[in-house]
């Protein structure tokens, strides 16, 4: 087999449930989690600027209802007030083991396992697995895709009709599909993803502006696909009619991450929606850049949860629904 088929690098190990449990399995450990996320530097009052608080849980209402009382003017503040969990039902060791659920998987989760294994139901898992995708989402927006050399290719993601038609077939949406490599045609640093509406030149310039930074000496390689035509003038193009049957064909690995992407989503999620696609892509992307995050994954995951702000189902249900008319009409 050919060296350029082969991966040997070894990927650290994760942390372990036991290792959650350990660090995260009391009150008190769950409370600092949490303090962490909406105070880094330690609690400090808005209005008197005091660092010394109570801790009131109330009886009442939802589980989670701690309340940190300023201990010199009295003024109270919710512990998970203005973040992504403000308003949620769940317990905090609920919340910490949907976080460690979601985020450390290889491939993903079902909303129906998640809903097991957090004692809660497939649809309040759900509501949070389509904000974790937000936060991978925002995460990736924020990095730049950045090599000497890229493959690059349009692939079809099988989704699924409102009447439940899966799989071949079914309503597919193309998706544009890039990899940075180190060198050429070498297993890739990162992936970049993004549905297309269509499969027109206009939209692939626009969004590879953006997210990817090109010049004349960025080799990219890919098919005969006249929707690359445009990079011709930016980038080294390198455009071929790709023999996949070859032993050591070009766009080996894309091909290769291609079927995984793929099949992650056919396997896991059972096909998806136009309307949630742009989601489950961020998700793929995600964690496919964070394959060597390791044990470090909760505190990676606690820098996203400082930027988040409170996120309504309400909301981000009319963003997505927004974003599939624009399908609908392409």
Request: charged share 25%; glycine share 6%.
């Amino acid at each position: 087999m050919s060296k350029k088929r082969t991966w040997n690098k070894e990927k650290p190990r994760k942390l372990s449930f036991v290792e959650l449990e350990e660090r995260y399995g009391s009150t008190d450990a769950q409370i600092k989690f949490f303090l962490n996320i909406k105070w880094p530097e330690g609690f400090e009052c808005d209005f008197c600027h005091c660092h010394e608080y109570y801790l009131i849980k109330r009886t009442t209402g939802i589980k989670n209802n701690y309340i940190l009382e300023c201990k010199d003017c009295g003024h109270q503040f919710s512990l998970l007030s203005g973040t992504i969990f403000d308003n949620s039902n769940l317990t905090l060791w609920q919340l910490i083991l949907a976080i460690y659920l979601f985020f450390v998987q290889n491939k993903g989760i079902s909303a129906v396992e998640m809903g097991n294994l957090i004692n809660t139901s497939s649809k309040t898992a759900g509501k949070w697995i389509r904000k974790f995708r937000i936060l991978m989402a925002e995460s990736n927006n924020d990095h730049l895709l950045e090599s000497k050399f890229y493959d690059l290719d349009i692939l079809e993601v099988g989704g699924k009709r409102p009447g439940g038609k899966r799989g071949k077939g079914a309503d597919k949406s193309p998706v544009v599909i890039i990899l940075g490599t180190t060198q050429d045609n070498k297993y890739p640093t990162f992936v970049k993803l993004h549905a297309l509406m269509n499969h027109k030149s206009a939209s692939i310039k626009k969004w590879m502006r953006k997210h990817v930074k090109l010049d004349k000496s960025t080799v990219i390689n890919c098919d005969k696909d006249t929707s690359f035509n445009f990079l011709k003038k930016i980038v080294d193009l390198h455009s071929a009619k790709v023999n996949y049957k070859e032993k050591d064909h070009k766009l080996y690995w894309q091909n290769v991450i291609s079927g995984n992407i793929e099949n992650n989503i056919k396997t896991i999620y059972h096909g998806v929606s136009k309307r949630d696609l742009p989601l489950f892509l961020a998700e793929q992307e995600w964690r496919f850049n964070h394959r060597f995050t390791g044990k470090n994954i909760m505190n990676k995951i606690i820098k996203y949860l400082r930027k988040s702000k409170p996120l309504r189902n309400s909301a981000v249900i009319n963003v997505l629904n927004l974003y599939e008319s624009k399908f609908l009409k392409s």
